[in-house]
């Protein structure tokens, strides 16, 4: 069956640093890729998503290139804020599934001033 | 416009007590959706609503857990009696039907089982 795979958390990181989140899935066919952000007490929200190989989702400075050569879809941004401090899940849409979402196990995100 | 809303937001119980989670889609959206949501894990869909019919409720522990939408809009989801491994977040989410679609999450309810 389809599955996501995050790098494990947290990831501690100083304002303005460079930041990568590791993602790749197993599926068959090409599936929609997304990234959710879930800030503390609140739902999780879509944050960008790719619906084919090579294109790239972007949203709030961060970006992700849907690579279907490698089954990734990292999430990067140049300069984080303390505000970026969340946890980011990694999902994934089947071809076949619907609309039915299969999520990776989520990674912290903690931003030191 | 109005985000999905759940409530309670935090609910504390007794093992073998009942307890019932409550959700508010959007509005317009005909597709609900309800998650399990364990620490440090990615939500697991327990069931999917189109308009008020269960569509995809495969990972739903039926035994003990039951959800209902009626009149397509709301929808309550239900576990009893509860026991010990069901503490969690549960999230509820919405979207529109159709190859355009975006799940809307509400903020969930912890639920804690002593």
């Known amino acids: 069956g389809d599955s996501v795979t995050q790098m494990e958390g947290p990831v501690t990181l100083s304002e303005e640093a460079f930041l990568t989140i590791n993602c790749t899935y197993t599926?068959?066919?090409?599936?929609?890729l997304f990234w959710y952000v879930q800030y503390p007490g609140e739902g999780l929200q879509l944050l960008l998503k790719?619906?084919?190989?090579?294109d790239k989702g972007s949203n709030k400075g961060f970006e992700a290139t849907y690579r279907k050569e490698t089954t990734s879809f990292h999430l990067e941004k140049g300069s984080v804020q303390v505000s970026d401090s969340a946890v980011y899940f990694c999902?994934?849409?089947?071809?076949?599934?619907?609309?039915?979402?299969?999520f990776g196990g989520g990674t912290r995100l903690m931003v030191k001033p | 416009e109005a985000g999905v809303v759940q409530s309670p937001r935090y609910k504390i119980i007794e093992k073998k007590q009942p307890v019932a989670f409550w959700c508010n889609p959007i509005?317009?959206?005909?597709?609900l959706y309800w998650y399990l949501q364990n620490l440090g894990q990615g939500p697991e869909l327990l069931i999917r609503?189109?308009?008020?019919?269960?569509?995809?409720d495969s990972q739903l522990p039926k035994d003990r857990f039951s959800a209902e939408r009626l009149k397509g809009v709301d929808s309550t989801l239900k576990i009893q009696p509860a026991e010990l491994g069901d503490s969690a977040v549960y999230l509820c989410?919405?979207?529109?039907?159709?190859?355009?679609?975006?799940?809307?999450f509400g903020p969930g309810t912890r639920l804690t089982v002593t």
């Open positions: 599926a068959t066919g090409y599936p929609s």
């Open positions: 999902a994934l849409r089947g071809m076949d599934a619907g609309n039915m979402l299969t």
């Open positions: 509005s317009g959206h005909n597709t």
């Open positions: 609503y189109e308009n008020e019919e269960a569509v995809d």
């Open positions: 989410a919405s979207s529109v039907t159709g190859t355009s679609y975006e799940q809307y």
């Open positions: 790719a619906t084919k190989a090579d």
